[in-house]
């Protein structure tokens, strides 16, 4: 298998950061690849492979071989990286100076079954939460931090995303885990299980589990990529996070958080408050059939923080162990996300609570059943139909 790198120079000019962030840039100082390699009955057998850097041709990974990340990843725009169904991908425990990003017009086509999953996992011999960055997708969809086809840059790495192409399209993730991921960069920067920055709904993404992250399970930044049955266990903060005008939708989805483990089940924000909504648009995907179930005996987070004006259609949840089921926060004054539910452009409809400490908290004087409709009808995923023999971490 031969590669071509670009080399640190090349690299810093060809991802060059167009808007400013609070994160400290990411060097490159590794852009090999080592093969380490047995030698069996006279014939030289590759048994490890290791990757870093920036990958300028496509890469198409092999089965039965073991393939260990060493530093920051990154698929340069036009280029593939394949993955066969059932191969498992180390990182090394490094936090967040190792992750794998797919640039604005690369694609991944990881494409596993329930039999043979794709995992992303720690290489330390006693792995834990933070062990390594993650996955990063980035695309050319919209986002309301800027206009057009001007692009912001990604927490990590400063890398380019969004623009005008909500077809945009990064390939496909099925049947994918990614494990002990969230390494942090800093207080404010940190990587996710799954990062999707303007991620276009051409892309494919389904069947996917984010177990023991030190950061987010998912967090979508703007985009309009269509997400459906998502596995979130034990995410130390939020399991699943929007912003940047983030509409999308996300179908089937059942989120796990142990006792005295993570945040909110889902934060959601119609825009980057510590940015300008651009283009006065905002958040607004569309959610069915999620179930949360948390197991904390001391709660005191949400299951749906909503908050700077986010919008969005919800349907069929169920809510279990929460001190909060649903969190309405004027946060924001000039957008205060309440009016949405006059507007009717914030609702759900079917939701059961159980043993919640109060269904509702919504700001600016709005009664609950102005929200939520339908108390008590919601079921919820029907996770057994979709997650057995592949997911990990659930009993």
Do not use: H
């Not at 905002?282 to 179930?291: D, W």
């Not at 089921?325 to 059961?352: E, H, K, M, Y």
């Not at 009664?367 to 008590?376: F, Q």
């Amino acid at each position: 298998m031969k590669n071509k790198f670009l080399f640190l120079g090349i690299a810093a000019a060809l991802f060059i950061a167009c808007e400013a962030d609070d994160t400290a840039d990411i060097v490159i100082n590794d852009n090999s690849v080592t093969n380490n390699t047995t030698t069996t009955g006279g014939s030289s057998e590759e048994t490890e492979v290791r990757l870093s850097g920036v990958y300028t041709e496509d890469l198409t990974l092999e089965t039965g071989k073991n393939y260990i990340l060493t530093g920051s990843t990154i698929m340069a725009s036009g280029t593939t990286l394949t993955i066969p169904a059932g191969t498992t991908i180390k990182a090394q425990a490094a936090g967040t100076s190792v992750y794998l990003a797919i640039s604005q017009g690369a694609q991944i086509i990881a494409d596993g079954n329930a039999a043979n999953p794709i995992v992303f996992t720690s290489a330390a011999s006693n792995p834990s939460a933070g062990d390594w960055g993650g996955l990063i997708l980035l695309g050319r969809a919209p986002i309301n931090s800027v206009t057009g086809t001007a692009t912001s840059t990604s927490e990590i790495g400063n890398l380019p995303y969004g623009g005008n192409q909500s077809d945009d399209n990064s390939g496909i993730l099925r049947y994918v885990r990614v494990e002990y991921s969230g390494g942090a960069a800093d207080g404010q920067s940190e990587n996710n299980g799954f990062s999707f920055y303007g991620v276009g709904n051409g892309t494919i993404v389904e069947y996917i589990e984010a177990l023991e992250g030190d950061d987010d399970g998912l967090e979508f930044f703007g985009g309009t990529v269509d997400v459906r049955y998502v596995l979130v266990v034990n995410a130390a903060d939020d399991s699943i996070d929007w912003t940047e005008g983030f509409s999308g939708s996300v179908t089937d989805a059942y989120v796990i958080q142990g006792d005295g483990i993570g945040d909110e089940a889902f934060e959601c924000d119609g825009f980057n408050t510590d940015y300008t909504n651009a283009t006065g648009t905002f958040s607004n995907p569309t959610v069915s059939n999620v179930t949360i179930v948390s197991e904390s005996t001391s709660d005191s987070t949400r299951g749906f923080l909503l908050r700077a004006g986010t919008q969005g259609t919800f349907s069929n949840i169920e809510i279990i162990g929460k001190a909060t089921g649903i969190s309405v926060d004027d946060d924001d004054a000039g957008t205060p996300t309440s009016q949405n539910i006059t507007d009717d452009t914030l609702t759900f409809t079917d939701v059961t609570f159980t043993n919640v400490g109060a269904n509702t908290e919504i700001d600016g004087g709005v009664a609950e059943a102005d929200l939520v409709t339908g108390i008590g009808n919601g079921t919820g995923t029907d996770f057994a139909s979709w997650g057995t023999g592949w997911t990990v971490g659930v009993n």
